[in-house]
């Protein structure tokens, strides 16, 4: 069984920064995309960034700029870097993650999720 544990969310003023840290662990062969999602109250979930396991990114619109995902492959570990934070990404942020845990047996692992505030 895989397990995505999330860790850094908190309390912060607008214009503030905060890291996010999910590290994957459990019988893993290897991980391809590692991402993270938000959800905020009454809203779908989002994308906010994803990295493959070659290093390529993508972002949202909302936090290009602003937002630095990376990741640490010989620790099974994704990072979100959030700098110039705004109320409007409030937030529950989950980690995800394709794992796999053979070379033919992949699949998608969702974190617990841990919550972002950002005052005004």
């Known amino acids: 069984q895989v397990q995505l544990v999330e860790s850094g969310g908190g309390l912060v003023q607008a214009g503030g920064s905060l890291r996010l840290s999910c590290a994957a662990s459990?019988?893993?062969?290897?991980?391809?995309?590692m991402g993270w999602y938000r959800q905020a109250p009454g809203k779908q979930r989002e994308l906010v960034a994803v990295i493959t396991s070659g290093g390529r990114t993508n972002y949202a619109d909302s936090v290009k700029g602003r937002f630095t995902i990376s990741r640490d492959n010989a620790k099974n570990t994704v990072y979100l870097r959030m700098n110039s934070l705004k109320p409007e990404d409030t937030a529950v942020y989950y980690c995800?993650?394709?794992?796999?845990?053979?070379?033919?047996?992949?699949?998608?692992?969702w974190g617990q999720g841990t919550q972002v505030t950002v005052s005004s």
């Open positions: 459990g019988s893993i062969f290897s991980i391809n995309y």
């Open positions: 995800n993650a394709e794992v796999l845990v053979t070379p033919l047996t992949r699949g998608p692992v």
